[in-house]
């Protein structure tokens, strides 16, 4: 069942998607070559302790990190390292999540290393371009097979693919 939420809540919701969207800014800001993938971890958890809020990641299923970090050919939920840096031309993946007063905000971003080769800018561009379609079938009245049907649209007439052991869950 759909809880409705009360304009109080969903002011919450706002601010936490706030602290997502600005760690998100600040964490891209940071990329370049050189830097320790931990760097990046370390960065987040001063900046939700700056604003209140708590890591939604750090001790999920003993998920030893507040962010994840994937570089390139990794798709999701790599683990910040002492061990590893960025390179110029790679890609990054930054996934994080944040609670607030009880409520949590969850987004990715993939961010380029310095210059990123032909192949890496396509995927980063044909996926931001999905974002978009999915965003603009997100209306009252269609269902989330709408949204995901649009994105998944996109990625194959740009002759990529849709992992489907990861497709997302529920905020």
């Not at 209140?52 to 990794?74: D, H, K, M, W």
């Not at 995927?123 to 269609?142: K, S």
């Amino acid at each position: 069942m759909i809880e409705v939420k009360t304009p109080s809540e969903i002011e919450v919701m706002r601010r936490a998607g706030r602290v997502v969207a600005g760690l998100l800014t600040e964490l891209s800001a940071l990329v370049r070559a050189g830097l320790k993938t931990k760097a990046l971890d370390e960065a987040s958890r001063e900046y939700l302790k700056r604003r209140g809020a708590q890591p939604a990641f750090l001790g999920y299923r003993g998920f030893p990190a507040t962010i994840c970090v994937s570089l390139n050919e990794e798709v999701v939920h790599g683990i910040p390292s002492q061990d590893r840096r960025l390179q110029e031309g790679d890609i990054i993946g930054l996934d994080l999540g944040a609670i607030v007063e009880g409520y949590y905000a969850d987004a990715a971003i993939t961010v380029p290393v310095g210059s990123v080769p032909e192949g890496a800018r396509r995927l980063m561009e044909t996926t931001r371009q999905a974002l978009d379609d999915g965003i603009r079938r997100a209306v009252v009245g269609n269902r989330l097979h709408d949204i995901s049907h649009a994105v998944q649209q996109r990625v194959e007439r740009a002759g990529l693919g849709v992992v489907r052991d990861f497709v997302g869950h529920g905020i």
